[in-house]
C-alpha cells in the first residue's frame, strides 16, 4: 500500500477570510491595525500554484493520523502583515485531529513571505484563512 498525500487549496474569494465576525475599518489611520479585507488581498509568491507546491512539497502527514486513516481539512487563520511576514497563526477549525493541526500550523509558520495586502496603495496588515485539505491516498 502506498501513501501519497493529496492538499487541496480552496483559493477562492469567499474562502480567503471565511470568517464574518471582522469588521473592516473605515480608516487605516492606526499603523497596526488588521483589516479582514482589501483591495489588493495578500498572495503566496506564485500565485494559487506556488502555494499548492510549497503545501505539497513540505507538509509531513502525522503519523497518528496516518495510522488512523484521519482524513479532512484544517482551517489556519493568520495575518500577513505590511512586509509579507505571516503572525499569530492559529486552528479556528479542525475536522481532522491526529496531530493534523499541529502540523498545519508548522506549515504556516515556516511560509516564506508573501506579498502583502494593499489598501489605497499602501501596503496593509490583513487576516487570512487558508483550509488545507488533509488526504491519504491508497
Partial sequence: ENESIDITTSYTEENKVSTS????????????EVVAFAETMPAFP????????????NLRYPKEASKKGLEGTIYIKFIVDKKGAILS???????????????AIRLVSKMPKWWPGKQNGKAVNVYYTLPIKFSIKD
Wanted: glycine share 12%; net charge negative.
Fill in 89 to 103: 497563526p492559529e486552528v479556528i477549525k479542525d475536522n481532522v485531529g491526529g496531530g493534523c493541526a499541529a502540523e
Fill in 46 to 57: 506564485n500565485g494559487a500554484m506556488g502555494l499548492k507546491r510549497y503545501l505539497k512539497d
Fill in 21 to 32: 465576525s471582522f469588521n473592516t475599518p473605515s480608516s487605516l489611520q492606526n499603523a497596526d
